[in-house]
């Protein structure tokens, strides 16, 4: 079993739904969770983190912890095709991140 | 502006040659990181430092180097015995290491065998 597990995708919304995107881990010590948004042939870039259970909102992205069920989500709100890209999730583990492979989303005008 | 430069962007290595990497930063982090990410893959750690002189192993550090002398700097040396070394490498750092800090990405460096 893959320490950090994301469905693969792709994903495909039309604009100005909603795009849920979810991610499973393995360790149930893990603490913190981040989102990262990498546009194709571009290097990850930080949308979100959260580490306690609940929602967290910024903006149009929520990001959603459940450490009982070990997995986080990240929903986003009015979906825009620029939003189209791969979406990594990444848990930290004994001072370090473990990222899953990654969900690509594709935002249809 | 504050921020994680790596150089070259592209890079191309002849058979039995070792090739560098930089990655220099003026975050005045202390902890920096070296990532290898293949196609349609996540990222997978190679090495990473937390202080001056220091660092440790990753996941797949075989066939690859790294120093840290300075704090801004850690380049990474992909070896000749690194068989498979066509990937985009990834440097980040974040303010210290630790599971609750968020790493922070420079732009990459592409390397392909010749």
């Known amino acids: 079993q893959k320490e950090v597990e994301q469905n693969s995708g792709p994903l495909s919304v039309p604009e100005g739904a909603i795009a849920s995107l979810n991610c499973t881990y393995s360790?149930?010590?893990?603490?913190?969770f981040f989102w990262y948004r990498q546009y194709s042939g571009k290097s990850p870039e930080l949308i979100m983190s959260?580490?306690?259970?609940g929602d967290k909102e910024d903006g149009r992205f929520t990001a959603q912890l459940n450490k009982a069920s070990q997995y986080v989500s990240l929903l986003i709100r009015d979906s825009q095709p620029s939003d189209s890209a791969t979406y990594l999730c990444a848990v930290g583990i004994t001072g370090k991140l473990i990222f899953g492979q990654g969900t690509t989303l594709q935002v249809k005008p | 502006d504050g921020g994680i430069t790596q150089s070259p962007k592209y890079l191309f290595r002849k058979e039995g040659q070792n090739v560098t990497l930089s990655c220099e930063q003026n975050l005045n982090h202390d902890a920096m990181y070296w990532y290898r990410q293949d196609p349609g893959q996540g990222l997978r750690l190679i090495y990473y430092s937390q202080i001056v002189n220091d660092f440790q192993k990753g996941d797949i550090a075989e066939g690859y180097s790294v120093s840290r002398e300075k704090k801004e700097s850690f380049p990474l040396t992909v070896t000749s015995a690194q068989k498979n070394p066509t990937a985009f490498y990834l440097c980040?750092?974040?303010?210290?290491?630790?599971?609750?800090?968020?790493?922070?990405f420079g732009d990459g460096t592409r390397l392909s065998i010749l």
């Open positions: 959260i580490y306690s259970n």
């Open positions: 980040a750092s974040s303010i210290r290491t630790g599971y609750n800090q968020p790493q922070h």
């Open positions: 360790d149930r010590v893990s603490q913190s």
